[in-house]
DNA sequence: ATAATATATGAGCATGTGTTCATGTGTTAT
DNA sequence: ATAACACATGAACACATGCTCATATATTAT
């Protein structure tokens, strides 16, 4: 995050004329220019919208608790072994969750060690309300 | 997070015994158990939703920086005033941003500390993998 | 070999989401 | 009063999402 000034043009697409913007026109561009690239953005937006799902919330927190089978994950949450397959997939891709391989059963556990911090802050929020 | 000490029959992992499940019945009712109530996991899953999108995490990124007036939001943004408005509803409805009236234009900021730690712990979570 | 078990996955469908467009509400200026 | 400005919001549309159903893959048992 540089903070040297930076006197880039701003492109007025809303048509206006400038005076009615309440922040001087430097401190938007340098607003812009202070923001983590648009790739970690998006990655960041795709693991929240990871999180973003009750039935994924539970399965992690089951996790938490234990590294389970996907059959076993079904009898927690009381889902079908599809619905959790394709939840436990998504979960994968985005390397919130990984899986270990014992025969024929297949167990999944918890990829990253943040994830019990992020819930926890959030529980942290939800409290606050 | 409650870690209560989960002792139970020894595991016979992958014990195919022609039964069920991997991890005796009791485990699973315990993991069951150790959920926190359901409508506190929706409200999880809700709050990750609102931050899973890459516009409303661009806003909570500009407004992380300083306080904005939905103006200077869309110029930073680069967006429409009319699309901006319905995210930063959104924002609002789940308590992660308030707003203040002054005359006409209304500013908009974080309405939570909690934030900033979320977004940095995700930030390490995408370093990490 | 066949059968049984455990998991993965593609297709389809109902519902949800994010934007645009048009319009509404509230405030300030003339 | 009218006009301009700043923001909010409902409708509509294209697209994404989460489940079910059927089926595929992989491993183990008989």
Redesign the pocket.
């Known amino acids: 995050m540089t903070q040297e000034a930076l006197r880039e043009d701003v492109t007025d697409e809303c048509g206006?004329d400038g005076a009615?913007s309440s922040a001087p026109r430097d401190t938007l561009v340098q607003i812009k220019e202070n923001f983590v690239d648009e790739s970690t953005t998006i990655d960041m937006a795709e693991m929240f919208?990871a999180l973003?799902?009750p039935?994924r919330v539970r399965i992690i927190y089951a996790l938490l608790q234990k590294e389970l089978?996907?059959?076993d994950v079904c009898i927690v949450l009381d889902?079908?072994?599809?619905?959790v397959?394709?939840?436990?997939?998504?979960l994968r891709n985005t390397r919130i969750v990984k899986?270990r391989k014992v025969?024929?059963?297949?167990f999944y556990s918890l990829d990253d060690r943040h994830v019990e911090e992020i819930f926890a802050q959030t529980l942290q929020h939800l409290k606050h309300g």
């Open positions: 206006h009615d919208k973003g799902d039935t089978c996907v059959h889902m079908t072994q599809s619905a397959s394709h939840q436990l997939r998504y899986r025969g024929k059963t297949v």
